[in-house]
């Protein structure tokens, strides 16, 4: 979506809106850590962030890499910047390429600082000399594809105070092709309406977005506002030197002074900021939080759909997915990427399109074997398991190996029933709670265009111990109303659905508008989930020495134990016939702590082996690994 029409959005509804800006960290552990960060601020609803360009190699790269990572796994709306320092031409078309490919429709053209080794700034061989030459060059390749947007000095820039030709200059970029305008930092509102002013005076129309710098600490904020010359109120240094060394109250001072500039900014007629974070959070949350735009009940984040679209190329049209990546969407991302188109309307045949490999970047098990250590501890027996995910079910950790965020708070309408079955050994990776037409809007459940209602069917996925696996599999197939797929490591599946069409778990009426069915439960995927699922298992086992109980224990769970997806078919408006089902089941020896295996082998079970063994006459998958064999039932 361009930036263009956001701004447009928020001037028709009155309603205020912001984004954020990141720049590229120095080192792969910042990178990874920044992506976390974007990813828990996504929840404070910005309309966009914008990613600063790093002149010259890596750090050119890692901008471009940035923005993928943004638009493809974290659904956030990516403005790239670009700039003219050390960029020839074919430097600018690479980047602009990469940007298209990632899905990126917005652009921040600018001239760029010099490069630190040089005093002066000067235009690289067959280079830009200027941003509007830059906005030309984007127009000119790309026609409409980049809104393209550029800088304005309310306090001129480091070469330049002369505001009459800095406004010349700005008409130029303007008239060239830029349709909005992202200011350097201030915090002299007074000055940046003059200047706004005087934009509009030159017969500048497109949109002002403020740039605002939240106030961290006392000695960050003076040497930002010193580096970029711009002047601070005399009332707030009277108001921050007092408590310079008090980090706390300097940003509790600090948020309140920036959100009384943001009200004055808002009373002007400016619906937009966009907020330079210096890639942290909590200054600028605090701001959010003063002016109280923050998500909340009354005022909840809206999704489009109820997983985090990808805006990744070709895929913002995307409206179906398989509901076992609900709590790993970089991994459906990364092993979708390679599709030529994505369903939309309806899911279609699965077995044309293929998942890609479990190698693959952001599909694997995340972490040191020291720190996921750290994070899981050193589980002993089934009982241990069992409790590190009733610890996650009540919020106590963050991540489990099978989900890549906190628990939501969807979850709030069935913990109770996941804690019980966690306790008694029935480990649950995966679920959703039965909704009968409740409005799209609501704060917890709402997804999709207004005035709509969303439904769901009830769904558990699990693993199951080979013990408990006969009991749960007569009762599934016992009662009319429920459908299941289980399957071990190595492919044996049994199920009870009579193909191998999608079932429909999620679904939402708006008016004038189809009936949207965007989760599904489809046994060829939950085949290519399968081996995810149980990888992902087995790299857990692999954080802990050889012969050890949690090494042992985890092995073989993911080597015997089934995975086993349950849903409901036409009663959705029973949210409780899954737990029934399940009822009074219990996971044997749950205190056992395994012995180191003799010669490889424990309880029986290679510990190396790629097959299950034979249990309850079930046989193993043929050699190609597809199943030799697939129990339907009647």
């Not at 509102?189 to 740039?211: A, C, S």
């Not at 500039?261 to 808002?266: F, G, N, S, T």
């Not at 984040?301 to 679209?309: F, M, S, V």
Request: proline share 6%; aromatic share 10%.
């Amino acid at each position: 979506m361009h930036i263009r029409d956001m701004l447009a959005e928020a001037e028709r509804t009155g309603e205020p809106s912001f984004s954020f800006e990141y720049f590229p960290p120095k080192t792969a552990q910042g990178v990874q850590n920044l992506y976390e960060r974007m990813e828990r601020m996504y929840n404070f609803g910005p309309k966009f962030i914008d990613i600063t360009w790093g002149a010259g190699g890596r750090v050119a790269e890692l901008t471009c890499e940035m923005v993928v990572q943004a638009q493809a796994y974290l659904g956030l709306e990516a403005c790239m910047h670009l700039t003219c320092t050390d960029m020839g031409v074919e430097k600018v078309n690479d980047a602009l390429r990469k940007a298209y490919k990632a899905g990126c429709t917005n652009i921040l053209a600018l001239r760029g600082d010099p490069p630190r080794d040089k005093e002066k700034w000067e235009a690289a061989e067959d280079g830009f000399r200027y941003a509007r030459d830059l906005v030309v060059h984007i127009r000119k390749t790309y026609g409409d594809h980049f809104d393209i947007g550029v800088a304005g000095y309310p306090e001129g820039c480091d070469d330049n105070k002369d505001e009459d030709l800095l406004l010349d200059h700005l008409k130029e970029k303007v008239d060239a092709g830029a349709s909005f305008i992202v200011t350097q930092m201030f915090y002299d509102v007074d000055n940046f309406l003059r200047w706004v002013k005087r934009v509009r005076e030159h017969g500048i129309t497109v949109p002002i977005v403020p740039g605002i710098m939240p106030i961290a600490t006392y000695a960050s904020f003076l040497r930002r506002a010193n580096h970029m010359k711009c002047k601070i109120p005399q009332d707030w240094l009277d108001k921050l030197e007092p408590v310079k060394n008090d980090d706390v109250a300097v940003r509790e001072i600090g948020k309140t002074l920036v959100a009384e500039m943001c009200r004055k900014i808002l009373a002007a007629g400016i619906r937009h900021l966009h907020f330079y974070t210096m890639n942290l959070a909590q200054a600028t949350r605090m701001v959010l939080e003063e002016l109280d735009w923050l998500p909340s009940p009354d005022r909840p984040l809206k999704q489009p759909l109820p997983w985090k679209q990808s805006l990744g190329f070709g895929r913002r049209g995307e409206d179906v997915r398989p509901i076992f990546w609900r709590n790993r969407n970089k991994s459906y991302v990364a092993r979708t990427q390679d599709w030529d188109e994505f369903p939309n309307g309806r899911w279609g045949d699965s077995r044309s399109p293929a998942f890609g490999e479990l190698d693959a970047y952001g599909i694997g098990l995340t972490g040191s074997n020291e720190q996921n250590r750290q994070k899981w501890g050193e589980p002993r027996c089934i009982r241990d398991v069992a409790g590190l995910f009733v610890r996650y079910l009540n919020k106590d950790i963050q991540y489990l190996p099978w989900s890549e965020a906190p628990v939501t708070e969807e979850a709030d309408l069935i913990k109770n029933e996941l804690i019980e079955l966690n306790k008694r050994g029935l480990i649950t990776v995966n679920s959703q709670p039965a909704i009968n037409g409740v409005k799209s809007n609501h704060p917890v459940h709402g997804w999709g265009p207004a005035n709509g209602y969303v439904y769901q069917k009830a769904y558990l996925e699990l693993f199951v111990s080979p013990e408990l696996f006969p009991e749960i599999k007569r009762r599934i197939e016992n009662h009319p109303d429920l459908t299941y797929h289980a399957v071990t490591k190595s492919g044996n599946l049994h199920t009870n659905a009579q193909s191998d069409g999608p079932n429909a778990v999620t679904w939402g009426v708006f008016p004038g508008k189809e009936i949207v069915q965007p989760t599904i439960v489809e046994r060829i995927s939950f085949l290519a989930w399968k081996d995810e699922a149980f990888q992902l298992g087995t790299e857990w086992a692999r954080c802990y020495d050889a012969g050890t109980p949690s090494r042992v224990l985890l092995d073989n769970m993911m080597t015997t134990w089934y995975l086993v997806n349950i849903a409901v078919n036409n009663d959705f408006h029973n949210g409780q016939t899954i737990f029934e089902v399940l009822s009074d089941l219990e996971c044997p020896d749950m205190d056992k702590v395994p012995e180191a295996p003799a010669n490889g082998v424990t309880n029986g079970v290679a510990t190396n082996a790629s097959n299950d063994a034979t249990a309850n006459g079930i046989p193993d998958v043929a050699a190609n690994g597809a199943p030799a064999s697939v129990e339907a039932a009647s």
